[in-house]
């Protein structure tokens, strides 16, 4: 496959991954949603059913990597970096974009969540829980988890540790049952134990950090929401924002290691 299909594969599956994944995250959370309160439930599964679809669309393409921890570790494994550049970019276009898509396709549900005063407190405000706990998250508005991760609990090596476990896993899945038949991308089968695998993880592992398990998932809508014009947005964790970035990509290393060594 060309760097330009690799590129625009990419592109296109990332921003799908993000539109459809940030978009169940604004759905549970947003007031004037008619999802809101539905719950982890739907967000696990809202994710997993976003990376099926973005799997499908974009695997003729690129091979449907959609997260730079995957293309780190089928580098590793291969040994072959020469496409890792365009992957990279494409992944984090694509999720910027996705992520103004969510913006988009919520932007009455954003302003009114962002204008109301039990929200983002004001004059006659009354404290709410969810207030005090975003009080809490050090910089982080009180839209960002729709566009980016958190943690509940601020403790670095623990947060770091997460990120690293949950991406060996779904690094691990991909390797070991969800190739192509080329070995360089995802196939359909893969696509759907990958989505399984997503699920499983948001379950099990997502309630500390909010499972990123993928850089450019993090990255790139935590950059749209420090550009885009939100009214009371808050900040956007630029502290913490290294974690699901570093944590990942050590675990997409440390799974095609340990591919490498018992697998291959």
């Known amino acids: ?7 625009i ?3 296109i599956g990332t921003a799908i991954l993000i539109l459809l994944g940030g978009g169940v995250c604004a759905a549970v959370t947003l007031k004037a949603s008619k999802a809101r309160n539905a719950g982890w439930l739907a967000i696990t599964f809202g994710w997993g059913f976003a990376v099926l679809t ?6 003729p393409l690129s091979g449907a990597h959609l997260n730079p921890a995957v293309t780190v570790a089928l580098a590793i494994k291969d040994g072959d970096w020469g496409n890792v550049p365009a992957y990279f970019a494409g992944q984090l276009l694509g999720a910027m974009i996705g992520a103004a ?4 396709a919520y932007y009455g549900q954003f302003h009114a969540h962002l204008t109301d005063k039990e ?12 207030k005090a706990v975003e009080a809490q998250e050090q910089g982080a508005g009180p839209v960002l988890g729709v ?3 958190g943690p509940e609990i601020r403790v670095v090596w623990q947060n770091l540790a997460t990120e690293i476990i949950g991406t060996v896993v779904l690094v691990l899945a991909v390797l070991t049952q969800g190739l192509n038949d080329e070995g360089n991308g995802l196939g359909t089968l893969g696509a759907l134990v990958t989505a399984l695998v997503v699920v499983s993880i948001g379950l099990s592992l997502g309630g500390p950090t909010g499972y990123a398990i993928n850089p450019a998932r993090d990255l790139g809508p935590r950059i749209v929401h420090a550009l885009l014009p939100l009214p009371n947005k808050g900040g956007s964790d630029w502290g913490y924002a290294w974690i699901p970035v570093v944590g990942p990509l050590i675990g997409g290393a440390l799974a095609a290691g340990i591919y490498n060594v018992a697998f291959a």
Do not use: K
Request: charged share 5%; glycine share 12%; no cysteine.
């Open 1 to 7: 496959m060309s760097s330009s299909d690799i590129f």
């Open 101 to 104: 898509l969510v913006w988009l």
């Open 119 to 130: 929200i983002v407190g004001g004059p006659g405000a009354q404290a709410t829980a969810a």
């Open 54 to 59: 973005a799997v499908y669309t974009s695997a």
């Open 9 to 11: 594969g990419e592109t």
């Open 147 to 149: 566009f980016s991760t």
